[in-house]
């Protein structure tokens, strides 16, 4: 491509320039940024993985299980975890995941992946544990204004800092009678889905799920 003297010119004085240096605030916020849109990958691909193939995920709850003594959690290194119905919520979850039948993977959504985010923020400021957000706002709210579905729904996750663990806890259930955060899970209405996580100041970690059918 045929360039004047001044475009060369300046095109050579622009390669030449140095690149600004970015600050340790700044690179710390690139870090925190790539490691929470990584984690929220593995959260998507995890819950994917239990809806494809729910028979095989049964395994690793099979692995949870054996970790129960009493009514506690213990992983090595690890501060026990103190369940409220102990291993028999876990038996019911293995033996629902092997008799569920396969659904389709839920596709990320940028505007539910903005509403899950306000949700978590808010939460990790004030250190709530509901679904309604400080305002009144509802799941359903939150997601309308990033866009426009004919169903949604919200599971949240307190405490776990991996991705099997947040999905495995709103399989499980532990303590929530009609098991409404595995209903949402595997409800084959929900075609998408957002995720995001945020440090909460009582219970170390908030993984926000929204889940929705596009209008």
Same mark, same amino acid.
């Given at each position: ?97 092997? +008799?569920?039948? /396969?659904? &389709? =993977?839920? %596709? !990320?959504?940028?505007? $539910?992946?903005? *509403?899950? @985010? ?77 995720? +995001?996580?945020? /440090?909460? &100041? =009582?219970? %170390? !970690?908030?993984?926000? $799920?929204?889940? *929705?059918? @596009?209008?």
């Amino acid at each position: 491509m045929f360039r004047t003297p001044g475009l060369l010119l300046a095109a050579l004085l622009a390669s030449c320039a140095p690149v600004a240096a970015s600050s340790p605030v700044q690179d710390a916020a690139r870090s925190a940024a790539g490691e929470a849109a990584v984690f929220r990958a593995d959260i998507v691909a995890e819950l994917n993985a239990a809806r494809t193939d729910p028979g095989a995920y049964a395994r690793k709850a099979r692995a949870l299980r054996a970790l129960f003594r009493g009514d506690r959690i213990e992983r090595p290194g690890e501060t026990a975890l103190l369940t409220r119905e102990g291993p028999a919520a876990a038996d019911e979850a293995i033996a629902f995941l092997e +008799a569920q039948t /396969p659904l &389709p =993977v839920l %596709r !990320e959504n940028p505007g $539910l992946n903005r *509403a899950a @985010a306000d949700h978590a923020r808010e939460q990790s400021r004030t250190g709530a544990v509901a679904h309604a957000s400080a305002d009144g706002s509802s799941p359903s709210d939150r997601m309308r204004r990033q866009g426009r579905w004919t169903a949604t729904g919200e599971a949240i996750a307190y405490g776990p800092h991996r991705a099997e663990d947040v999905i495995l806890q709103l399989i499980i259930d532990d303590g929530v009678p009609d098991r409404g955060h595995r209903r949402i899970l595997f409800n084959p209405v929900y075609e998408l889905i957002g995720v +995001a996580c945020a /440090p909460h &100041p =009582v219970w %170390r !970690e908030v993984c926000v $799920l929204d889940f *929705a059918r @596009a209008a």
